[in-house]
C-alpha cells in the first residue's frame, strides 16, 4: 500500500515529507488515521525485521553445533 503511493510520488525531495504525504493521501487527509497507519506499518516492519535476525541466530547456531564435533575429531588427529 505504502510502496505503491511512494512510487507515484515524483518529487525527489525530502524522503520523511514524501512519505507524510503518502500516508496523508491514503489516509484522506486524516492526519490521525496517516499516524496510525505510519506507526502500524513501522511496527510491521520492526516484526518482520526481528523475526529473520531470529531465523538467521537459529541457523548460525545451528551450523556451529553441527560443525563442532566434525572440528573436535579433525582436531584430534
Known amino acids: 500500500m505504502l510502496t505503491q503511493a511512494i512510487a507515484a ?3 525527489h525531495g525530502c524522503p520523511v515529507d514524501a512519505i507524510s ?8 487527509g486524516d492526519a490521525g ?5 505510519a506507526i502500524a506499518d513501522a511496527l510491521s516492519d520492526l ?3 526481528e523475526r ?3 531465523e538467521r541466530s537459529r541457523l ?3 551450523g556451529y553445533i ?3 564435533p566434525e572440528a573436535a ?4 588427529s
Open 9 to 11: 510520488q515524483t518529487d
Open 21 to 28: 504525504r503518502a500516508y496523508l493521501g491514503i489516509a484522506g
Open 60 to 62: 548460525i547456531s545451528r
Open 52 to 54: 529473520r535476525t531470529r
Open 47 to 49: 516484526m518482520d525485521a
Open 66 to 68: 553441527r560443525a563442532a
Open 33 to 37: 488515521i496517516a499516524l496510525r497507519c
Open 73 to 76: 575429531s579433525k582436531a584430534e
